[in-house]
């Protein structure tokens, strides 16, 4: 079974950093590429970032370029998500979602989500 | 960039056929056949119901339907069901060589 686990979300200070991570099972994690979506709370679906299957190939959204650092370690099956430099825009659920293979961004599986709140 | 269009709010009868549109331009749904649908319960993640503009996932239930005319695509679902009652958003592959959401679309079923 497919699944995607997230974790390293909280509460955290303007200005300050978090590391996001995925953890993955059930599948061949390096043979996917990744991405992250976030939610603001009572908002619509935000894409975030991308990362190729060997990290060879990264994009960012432009709300989060040069704050916020993708990558993957697939010997550990792990996706990961640092963020610096928050702001309350920052405040959402963020999902680590998988690409389905052949099909340009179309997310065929999510993690449950975990969710970053920024606040004095 | 901004979102894709979707309608605020669509509803409709069990057993009834809903459309929901999603607008774009010809850098985003227009250029490409990668457009993507997702329906999401409270509380829950996404799902994929459609990929590719009208394929559909494994397990999909085909009352679900996509197709695309021009900078528009559609995702219609017929015979409405109670369990359809959820938020709907499409996103599309853009010549930036990223996806693009649409604000979402609130399903009533009345």
């Known amino acids: 079974e497919v699944q995607l686990v997230e974790s390293g979300g909280g509460l955290v200070q303007p200005g300050g950093s978090l590391r996001l991570s995925c953890a993955a099972s059930?599948?061949?994690?390096?043979?996917?590429?990744f991405n992250w979506v976030r939610q603001a709370p009572g908002k619509g679906l935000e894409w975030v970032s991308y990362?190729?299957?060997?990290?060879?190939?990264?994009y960012y959204a432009d709300s989060v370029k040069g704050r916020f650092t993708i990558s993957r370690d697939n010997a550990k099956n792990s996706l990961y998500l640092q963020m610096d430099s928050l702001t309350a825009e920052d405040t959402a659920i963020y999902y680590c979602?998988?690409?389905?293979?052949?099909?340009?961004?179309?997310?065929?599986?999510w993690g449950q989500g975990t969710l970053v709140t920024v606040s004095p | 960039q901004s979102a894709l269009t979707q309608p605020a709010s669509v509803s409709g009868s069990p057993g009834q056929s809903i459309t929901i549109s999603c607008t774009g331009t010809s850098s985003d749904v227009g250029g490409y056949n990668s457009v993507s649908w997702y329906q999401q319960h409270p509380g829950e993640a996404p799902k994929l119901i459609i990929f590719?503009?009208?394929n559909r996932p494994s397990g999909v239930s085909n009352r679900f339907s996509g197709s695309k005319s021009g900078n528009t695509a559609s995702l219609t679902i017929s015979g409405l069901q109670a369990e359809d009652e959820a938020d709907y958003y499409c996103?599309?592959?853009?010549?930036?060589?990223?996806?693009?959401f649409g604000g979402g679309t609130q399903l009533t079923v009345l």
């Open positions: 990362i190729s299957n060997s990290a060879n190939t990264i």
């Open positions: 590719d503009v009208t």
């Open positions: 996103s599309s592959y853009t010549d930036n060589s990223t996806p693009l």
């Open positions: 059930g599948f061949i994690f390096s043979d996917y590429e």
């Open positions: 979602a998988r690409e389905r293979t052949s099909s340009l961004y179309s997310f065929d599986s």
